[in-house]
């Protein structure tokens, strides 16, 4: 019941009218599908509350929802077992959908690009952080190389346990979600297919194709058990579950790229101790900051130059500025 409330929550929120008609369809469904254990209860002399009143929390959800709109939420939502996610990865109308159950979830499948993509941002985050803190205490000990080595390594450790502690937790709240939706999900397929057929059937629906069609395609899915689950993971939750990965490697991937992007700036200071480690660590911060830059217009289509070039201006305006507050530290303390 909390569903179907949610549903209608969602339906009076959403602007696109395929997606109303989808929400109010699945808050119909889960009327159907509480009904049935109501009756359970029923038989089994089970008490049940004389009147439905939704919890805080998905009164909560219901109001970021209005608030905020479905598509911000997703992860909340996912959260709430709340189906249908799977349309706000593109319009309703004219998204490509799977011809056979063999191209189910397909279109999800960039699990070495995303890879290749937090990687990269690893590397720039502790590239510039590093850089910024070196510079910043350049600047208020006089260039001192004893302090800055100190604090490029602590920056570095720091900065690189941190990603990957916060990896981790990130990454192992996503699997437990997934892996408590995935069990619910077997569960109501095993209890009731006809209500699961006819959900995914309404999701096909609501991004353009046939009722007909989508009966049949929902029909031939649900029957096929090495399909059913996955199909309904991905497409009624949205959720691609070979893309979430292992908490430890996510965790040991940030650490060795943030790692990584933080060692550039520090390598001067640990070669020589001279008045040359600074200018020497602006150069090859400056050029590590163009080669992630021109690396990033891989992912966003621009042109390597002017991500280059973007990315050295923001990472020199970050390290500038640190370095000119420190140097007014180290002003005001001395």
């Known amino acids: 019941m909390e569903s179907a409330h949610l549903y209608r929550e969602l339906s009076r929120a959403e602007p696109l009218p395929e997606r109303r008609a989808l929400f ?17 209860a029923a038989r089994a002399s089970e008490p049940l509350p004389a009147r439905f009143a939704p919890s805080v929390r998905t009164r909560i959800v219901a109001a970021l929802a209005r608030r905020l709109g479905a598509a911000r939420i997703l992860n909340v939502l996912a959260a709430m077992k709340v189906r249908g996610l799977s349309v706000y990865g593109s319009t309703a109308k004219g998204h490509p959908l799977p011809a056979s159950a063999d191209d189910i979830g397909k279109r999800h499948r960039g699990a070495a690009g995303g ?8 590397i720039n985050d502790g590239l510039v952080s590093n850089a910024s803190l070196i510079l910043g205490v350049a600047g208020a000990t006089g260039m001192a190389g004893h302090a800055v080595v100190i604090s490029g390594v602590a920056g570095l450790l ?6 990957a502690a916060g990896e981790f937790v990130s990454v192992s709240s996503q699997r437990e979600m997934l892996d408590r939706q995935v069990e619910a999900e077997r569960e109501e397929l095993a209890q009731y ?26 029909e031939r899915i649900v029957a096929n058990p090495a399909y059913a689950l996955d199909a309904l993971v991905r497409e009624e939750l949205g959720v691609d579950p070979a893309s ?13 790229s943030f790692a990584t992007g933080a060692f550039v700036p520090l390598v001067p200071f640990l070669v020589t101790h001279s008045s040359s480690a600074l200018p020497a660590s602006l150069v090859v911060t400056a050029a590590a900051l163009f080669g992630v830059g021109a690396t990033m217009s891989l992912f966003s ?6 991500g280059g070039l973007r990315m050295l201006l923001i990472g020199a305006a970050a390290a500038g500025c640190t370095f000119l507050i420190g140097r007014l530290l180290g002003v005001a303390v001395s």
């Open 193 to 218: 297919p006809d209500a699961e057929a006819a959900e995914l059937s309404l999701i096909y629906q609501a991004r353009g194709l046939p009722r007909d069609d989508a009966d049949r395609m929902a």
């Open 115 to 122: 890879n290749l993509r937090a990687a990269v941002f690893g």
């Open 244 to 256: 979430l990965g292992s908490p430890r490697g996510a965790a040991g991937s940030s650490f060795v």
């Open 301 to 306: 289509g621009r042109s390597a130059l002017h």
């Open 24 to 40: 109010e369809s699945l808050a119909k469904e889960a009327e159907s599908q509480a009904a049935i254990w109501s009756a359970a």
């Open 158 to 163: 720091a900065g690189a346990f941190s990603m």
